[in-house]
T-cell receptor
Framework: GAGVSQSPSNKVTEKGKDVELRCDPI?????LYWYRQSLGQGLEFLIY????????KSGLPSDRFSAERTGGSVSTLTIQRTQQEDSAVYLC???????????????FGPGTRLTVL | GQNIDQPTEMTATEGAIVQINCTYQ??????LFWYQQHAGEAPTFLSY????GLEEKGRFSSFLSRSKGYSYLLLKELQMKDSASYLC?????????????FGTGTKLQVIP
């Protein structure tokens, strides 16, 4: 079946503009993660959705960042008033994580490369 | 909170064996993952340990000691294509959440 998809694959924007990044998780996966990865760096956790529970937003770096997950499926990460330091690859991952016997193996999308000029 | 430590970089020779260590400190530990990430690509799943001991999968093995907060990934018969970053990730249960946290990764370079 289809894996995790993200769009756009590349986004170039000007400083101060807002951007929206989209993630389509694997159908039936209950958990969805957003990460950020700067060049040569590790994964930086941003936000985590699990089923209908309130999301864990503890990794969002500032109030310019927000995310939604509609209908327990598609998620959108929004960055307002982008800054140059927001330039990075934004990765989305989903996993099948029911309360009982979760596997939690994360399947990653190809990422969106964001460049803020 | 959680703290995951891995070496930043390692170099090994083609055909050799390399061990990549990961130490962690977390409450509510509930499993450890290893992922492989080639440059410019997304991470892909390698292994999962929740009980102490060694899990073997072909050329790759992963070990876990929960009492020591320690894991390692063992790569045998290294091939040039094994040059990649290897990410250790810890799953923990806290405040009603099952959450997975990644380390910063170990960049492995395999040389001829």
């Amino acid at each position: 079946g289809a894996g995790v998809s993200q769009s756009p694959s590349n986004k170039v924007t000007e400083k101060g503009k807002d951007v929206e990044l989209r993630c389509d998780p694997i159908s039936g996966h209950t958990a969805l993660y957003w990460y950020r990865q700067s060049l040569g760096q590790g994964l930086e956790f941003l936000i985590y959705f699990q089923g209908n529970s309130a999301p864990d937003k503890s990794g969002l770096p500032s109030d310019r960042f927000s995310a939604e997950r509609t209908g327990g499926s598609v998620s959108t990460l929004t960055i307002q008033r982008t800054q140059q330091e927001d330039s990075a690859v934004y990765l989305c991952a989903s996993s099948y994580s029911p309360q009982r016997k979760p596997t939690d193996t994360q399947y990653f999308g190809p990422g969106t490369r964001l460049t803020v000029l | 909170g959680q703290n995951i430590d891995q070496p930043t970089e390692m170099t090994a020779t083609e055909g050799a064996i390399v061990q990549i260590n990961c130490t962690y400190q977390t409450s509510g530990f509930n499993g450890l993952f290893w992922y492989q990430q080639h440059a410019g690509e997304a991470p892909t799943f390698l292994s999962y340990n929740v009980l102490d001991g060694l899990e073997e999968k072909g050329r790759f093995s992963s070990f876990l000691s929960r009492s020591k907060g320690y894991s390692y990934l063992l790569l045998k018969e290294l091939q040039m294509k094994d040059s990649a970053s290897y990410l250790c990730a810890v799953r923990s249960y806290s405040g009603g959440y099952q959450k997975v946290t990644f380390g910063t990764g170990t960049k492995l370079q395999v040389i001829p």
